[in-house]
Structure formats: C-alpha cells, structure tokens
C-alpha cells in the first residue's frame, strides 16, 4: 500500500529543481523524517509544498540582494512557510511535523537548526494567535490569509520576533556564531 501511495505522490507532485531532476530525485532529498512524513501525511504533501514554494518566491522578492542563509531572508522565509502552512493545513500540530521534520538533518549546524526551529515556530504561533473564532460551528475557525501572515512575519522580522545568527566581520558562521534578534529594515 506505500509503495502505491508513495508512486501517487511521486507522480502528483511536480519536481521544481531543475528540468532534468525529477519527482524521485527530489524525494531523494527530503529528510528521512520528512519522507515518513510523505508516507504517512501523503495528503498534505501538495499544501506543504505550495507553502514552502510561497514562502521561497516572497523572501527572494523582499530580500534580493540577501543570500537567504543564516540573515534576515532565511528568518522570513521560515517563519512565513510555517504560517502559510498553518493556513492551508488547518492546524498548528500538522505544521510542527512538517517544520521539524524538514530540520531533522544530522548534517544541520546547531545554531542554523536552533534558528530555523525558533522561525518556524514563530511563524506558526503568530499565524494561530490571528485566527478568529466566531460564526457557526462548522466555519468556527478562520485563519488569516497568505497576504495578512505575510505582513506579520514582516513585522515580526523587522521587531526582532524573530532569530538570525550574528553576523561578525560580515560572515554569519553556523557553528559559532550565536542567535540574535533579527531587526531587518
């Protein structure tokens, strides 16, 4: 039966790496918590995606000339793909698997994986605490849209909500540099 639903996804989503790789190539580089994940959740493969690919086209537009590592960027793009995928999934608890499991490379730098989860959390404890709970029981809950989790996970940055790591004589080292607030214009 996995290897069925595994074959469903492989085939369901479309591979954005490069023209030549394809869907196989891209679940070779998922996490292993992360392809458990794809087995397991293979429903919220495509919202978790399409949040992951927002996130990644919205921190490239707002911060060009950043290198989206470790800087203002990579804090944006965390905590804004954890709010979106609040949004499209419905629940903070699903996101959490998702955003720990994409963290969960033994080859990750502590301080890059401590800050990345930080983000990640923010961004969906933000996006949750903007839900409202009012109207009929079925349509009780209502998440913000892409646009209003965007601004907030600007404002969050640009209030130092969120976490990047030092940089030092303009380097930002993952193995000893240390998490400050993010404060980016």
């Given at each position: 039966?996995?290897?069925?639903?595994?074959?469903?996804?492989?085939?369901l989503v479309p591979a954005t790496?490069?023209?030549?790789?394809?869907?196989?190539?891209e679940y070779k580089s998922l996490t292993s918590a992360e392809r458990r994940l794809v087995l397991r959740y293979f429903w919220q493969v495509l919202d978790?995606?399409?949040?992951?690919?927002?996130?990644?086209?919205?921190?490239?537009?707002?911060?060009?000339?950043?290198?989206?590592?470790?800087?203002?960027?990579?804090?944006?793009r965390h905590s804004?793909?954890?709010?979106?995928m609040v949004r499209r999934l419905g629940s903070v608890?699903?996101?959490?698997r998702?955003?720990?499991?994409?963290?969960s490379d033994p080859a990750n730098p502590p301080v890059r994986k401590a800050m990345d989860l930080f983000n990640n959390d923010r961004g969906r404890a933000r996006t949750w605490a903007k839900r409202t709970t009012n109207g009929p029981w079925w349509a009780r809950t209502r998440l913000p849209d892409d646009a209003t989790i965007r601004a907030d996970?600007?404002?969050?940055?640009?209030?130092?909500?969120?976490?990047?790591?030092?940089?030092?004589?303009?380097?930002?080292d993952p193995q000893n540099g240390r998490l400050v607030p993010s404060y980016a214009p």
């Open positions: 039966m996995r290897s069925v639903l595994l074959a469903a996804v492989l085939v790496s490069s023209l030549q790789a394809g869907p196989y190539d978790v995606r399409a949040a992951a690919e927002y996130a990644r086209v919205e921190s490239e537009q707002q911060y060009p000339l950043l290198t989206g590592q470790d800087d203002p960027r990579d804090a944006f804004l793909w954890n709010g979106t608890d699903a996101a959490a998702w955003g720990t499991a994409h963290e996970m600007l404002d969050a940055l640009r209030t130092g909500d969120l976490r990047v790591i030092e940089e030092v004589a303009g380097t930002r």
